[in-house]
C-alpha cells in the first residue's frame, strides 16, 4: 500500500476545497451519460481560438447535465487543519489526495522542462460535491473526474473513487486514486504542450485524437508514478516513500474497469461500439499506463506518432 513520508509536511494550497461543510458527500448516481464522461477531458477550443460552431461532445455531454447552483466558494481551512502531515495522508483518503497533487506537481516541475524545454505552471485540483461550475460549463459527479482548460483546473469529486469500486467493480486503494489525478495532470501538461490542438474536437474512434490523448494522459500518469518514490518535495525528500507491486495491479485494474470497451459492455448498451471510442480500449489503458511506469520517460508517450496503440 501506497505510503507517505510520517513527517512530511502537506501543502493544502495545490487544491481548492469547494465541497462545502467539508468531508464526504453522498454520492450522485452516474448513469447514462455521466458515465460516458468518465475521466472526460473537456475539450474545449472557444478560448484557443476555435471561433464558433466547434463545440465538442464532451463539452455537449457536460452542459446537459448541468443542474445550475452548486458552484460553492473555496474553503480550505478545514483542510488545512485535518491535512497536516504525511502521516495525515497515510490516515485519511481526502489528505492522501492532497499529497499525491503535490508530489505530481513537484515531478513535473522538474521533469517538463528537462524533457520538453517548456516550463511547469502550477495548477489545482478542485474538490467539489455533487456539481460544480467551470470555465467548461457545468458539471456534476457524473462526470468523473475531469479537466478544464479553460481555467486549467482539475475537478474531482471524491465520492468517484468509491463509485470505482462499487459501480465499476475496480479494486481501488490510495494508488488507484493517485492514478486518476495524475491522468488529469497529464492533460494540464498536454495543455500547456499545446498537444491537444492536434486534436478535432469531437472526433472519435479508436485511432482518434481524442482517443491518443486520453491514452498519452495515461501513459504521463505511468511516468509520475515511476519517479513518485523519488521525487523530491519542499523538504528536499520524497513524500511517496513506498508503492507496491500490489498498487500497481490495483491502477492496472482499475485502468481496465474505464475503458471504453468495458463501460459499454458492462455500463453502457451492452455491445462494444468501437467508432464511438474516446478513451481507448481497456487493455490500451493499461498498456500505455504500463508504458510510462517501465519507462518514467514522458518521451516514451508518444501516442500521436504510432500506429500501434495497442
Ligand atoms: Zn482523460
Known sequence: MVRFREGARLDTSGVQDRRGGGGRAAAVGGGGIGVLGLIAFVLVQVL????????SADVANILAQLQ???SGTADNT???????????????????AVAIVDSIQDYWTEALPAATGTGYADTQTVFFSGSVQT???GATSGSGPFYCPGDQ???????????????????????????????????????LLGTNQRVTPG?????????????????YAGVWANHA??????????????????????????????????????????????DAFTHGSSAQRERWFSTGFQTGDPAACDTFSTDDLG
Do not use: K, M, W
Not at 478545514?78 to 492522501?96: F, H, I, K, M, V
Open 48 to 55: 484557443g481560438g476555435g471561433g464558433g460552431g466547434g463545440s
Open 68 to 70: 445550475g447552483g452548486g
Open 78 to 96: 478545514e483542510l488545512a487543519q485535518q491535512c497536516r502531515t504525511g502521516a495525515d495522508a497515510n490516515d485519511s483518503a481526502d489528505c492522501a
Open 135 to 137: 470555465a467548461c460549463g
Open 153 to 191: 483546473l482539475v475537478y474531482v469529486d471524491l465520492t468517484f473513487f468509491d463509485q470505482l469500486q462499487t459501480q465499476f467493480g475496480a479494486r481501488g486503494g490510495t494508488f488507484v486514486d493517485a492514478y486518476v489525478l495524475a491522468h488529469e495532470y497529464g492533460h494540464h501538461v498536454q495543455n
Open 203 to 219: 472526433e472519435t474512434g479508436p485511432t482518434s485524437g481524442t482517443v491518443r490523448l486520453e491514452l498519452q494522459a495515461d501513459c
Open 229 to 274: 518514490t523519488t521525487v523530491a518535495d519542499d523538504g528536499q525528500e520524497p513524500l511517496i516513500t513506498e508503492i507496491t507491486q500490489d498498487d500497481v495491479d490495483r491502477a492496472l485494474d482499475a485502468a481496465s474497469r474505464i475503458g471504453d470497451d468495458f463501460i459499454q459492455t458492462n455500463l453502457g448498451g451492452g455491445t462494444v461500439d468501437q
